[in-house]
Nanobody, 125 residues
Framework: QVQLVESGGGLVQAGGSLRLSCAAS????????MGWFRQAPGKEREFVAAISRSAGITYYADSVKGRFTISRDNAKNTVYLQMNSLKSEDTAVYYC??????????????????WGQGTQVTVSS
Protein backbone atom coordinates (compact mmCIF):
# COMPACT_ATOMS: atom_id res chain seq x y z
CA GLN A 1 0.00 0.00 0.00
CA VAL A 2 1.46 3.32 -1.09
CA GLN A 3 1.21 6.07 1.50
CA LEU A 4 1.11 9.61 0.10
CA VAL A 5 1.59 12.70 2.24
CA GLU A 6 1.00 16.18 0.82
CA SER A 7 2.48 19.37 2.24
CA GLY A 8 2.98 22.98 1.27
CA GLY A 9 -0.58 24.24 1.28
CA GLY A 10 -1.60 27.46 2.96
CA LEU A 11 -3.05 30.91 2.57
CA VAL A 12 -1.72 33.15 -0.19
CA GLN A 13 -2.83 36.33 -1.87
CA ALA A 14 -4.00 36.33 -5.45
CA GLY A 15 -1.04 36.51 -7.79
CA GLY A 16 1.19 34.68 -5.33
CA SER A 17 2.84 31.29 -5.50
CA LEU A 18 2.88 28.04 -3.57
CA ARG A 19 4.75 24.79 -4.02
CA LEU A 20 3.03 21.59 -3.03
CA SER A 21 4.95 18.42 -2.31
CA CYS A 22 3.77 14.85 -2.10
CA ALA A 23 6.05 12.29 -0.51
CA ALA A 24 5.46 8.61 -1.18
CA SER A 25 6.37 5.76 1.12
CA UNK A 26 6.87 3.31 -1.69
CA UNK A 27 10.44 2.62 -2.80
CA UNK A 28 9.08 1.66 -6.21
CA UNK A 29 7.65 5.17 -6.59
CA UNK A 30 9.03 5.40 -10.12
CA UNK A 31 6.58 2.79 -11.42
CA UNK A 32 3.60 5.04 -10.69
CA UNK A 33 2.08 7.78 -12.75
CA MET A 34 1.37 10.69 -10.43
CA GLY A 35 -1.39 13.22 -10.51
CA TRP A 36 -2.70 16.24 -8.66
CA PHE A 37 -6.41 16.79 -8.24
CA ARG A 38 -8.37 19.39 -6.32
CA GLN A 39 -11.78 19.70 -4.76
CA ALA A 40 -13.51 22.92 -3.86
CA PRO A 41 -16.48 22.99 -1.46
CA GLY A 42 -19.62 21.67 -3.12
CA LYS A 43 -17.77 20.63 -6.27
CA GLU A 44 -16.49 17.43 -7.79
CA ARG A 45 -12.86 16.49 -7.47
CA GLU A 46 -11.17 17.69 -10.64
CA PHE A 47 -7.96 17.00 -12.47
CA VAL A 48 -5.15 19.54 -12.18
CA ALA A 49 -1.96 17.97 -13.52
CA ALA A 50 -0.26 14.63 -14.05
CA ILE A 51 3.18 13.30 -14.85
CA SER A 52 4.23 10.02 -16.38
CA ARG A 53 6.43 7.50 -14.61
CA SER A 54 9.63 8.70 -16.23
CA ALA A 55 8.61 12.38 -16.03
CA GLY A 56 8.82 12.50 -19.79
CA ILE A 57 5.20 13.54 -20.26
CA THR A 58 3.12 16.06 -18.36
CA TYR A 59 -0.55 16.94 -18.59
CA TYR A 60 -2.46 19.95 -17.35
CA ALA A 61 -6.02 21.08 -17.02
CA ASP A 62 -6.73 24.06 -19.24
CA SER A 63 -7.50 26.16 -16.19
CA VAL A 64 -3.95 25.87 -14.86
CA LYS A 65 -1.91 25.55 -18.03
CA GLY A 66 0.89 28.10 -18.09
CA ARG A 67 0.60 28.79 -14.35
CA PHE A 68 1.22 25.40 -12.70
CA THR A 69 4.13 23.02 -13.22
CA ILE A 70 4.24 19.40 -12.13
CA SER A 71 7.55 17.63 -11.61
CA ARG A 72 8.88 14.59 -9.83
CA ASP A 73 12.10 13.42 -8.24
CA ASN A 74 12.11 9.62 -8.30
CA ALA A 75 15.23 9.50 -6.13
CA LYS A 76 13.30 11.32 -3.39
CA ASN A 77 9.98 9.56 -4.00
CA THR A 78 8.37 12.99 -4.32
CA VAL A 79 6.14 14.79 -6.76
CA TYR A 80 5.75 18.57 -6.78
CA LEU A 81 3.23 21.09 -7.97
CA GLN A 82 4.56 24.60 -8.44
CA MET A 83 1.63 27.01 -8.54
CA ASN A 84 2.18 30.55 -9.78
CA SER A 85 -0.17 33.46 -10.49
CA LEU A 86 -2.71 31.97 -8.15
CA LYS A 87 -6.33 33.01 -8.45
CA SER A 88 -9.20 32.85 -5.99
CA GLU A 89 -10.75 30.06 -8.06
CA ASP A 90 -7.70 27.90 -7.30
CA THR A 91 -8.90 27.66 -3.69
CA ALA A 92 -9.47 23.99 -2.91
CA VAL A 93 -8.13 20.96 -1.14
CA TYR A 94 -5.35 19.54 -3.29
CA TYR A 95 -4.76 15.80 -3.44
CA CYS A 96 -1.93 13.84 -4.95
CA UNK A 97 -2.59 10.42 -6.38
CA UNK A 98 -0.59 7.47 -7.67
CA UNK A 99 -1.65 5.09 -10.38
CA UNK A 100 -0.04 2.04 -11.89
CA UNK A 101 -0.75 2.76 -15.52
CA UNK A 102 0.69 4.34 -18.63
CA UNK A 103 -0.61 5.61 -21.91
CA UNK A 104 -3.37 8.18 -21.91
CA UNK A 105 -6.31 9.40 -19.84
CA UNK A 106 -4.19 10.70 -16.98
CA UNK A 107 -7.01 13.09 -16.14
CA UNK A 108 -9.40 10.33 -15.08
CA UNK A 109 -9.33 10.02 -11.30
CA UNK A 110 -10.59 6.43 -11.38
CA UNK A 111 -7.27 5.38 -12.91
CA UNK A 112 -5.47 6.25 -9.67
CA UNK A 113 -5.18 3.67 -6.94
CA UNK A 114 -3.70 5.60 -4.04
CA TRP A 115 -4.54 9.03 -2.64
CA GLY A 116 -3.11 11.38 -0.08
CA GLN A 117 -5.12 13.07 2.65
CA GLY A 118 -5.10 16.44 0.93
CA THR A 119 -3.70 19.88 1.69
CA GLN A 120 -5.72 23.08 1.77
CA VAL A 121 -4.86 25.92 -0.58
CA THR A 122 -6.66 29.20 0.01
CA VAL A 123 -6.17 32.15 -2.31
CA SER A 124 -7.46 35.47 -1.05
CA SER A 125 -8.49 38.13 -3.53
Amino acid sequence: QVQLVESGGGLVQAGGSLRLSCAASERTFSIYAMGWFRQAPGKEREFVAAISRSAGITYYADSVKGRFTISRDNAKNTVYLQMNSLKSEDTAVYYCAAGFFSGTYYYIKERYDHWGQGTQVTVSS
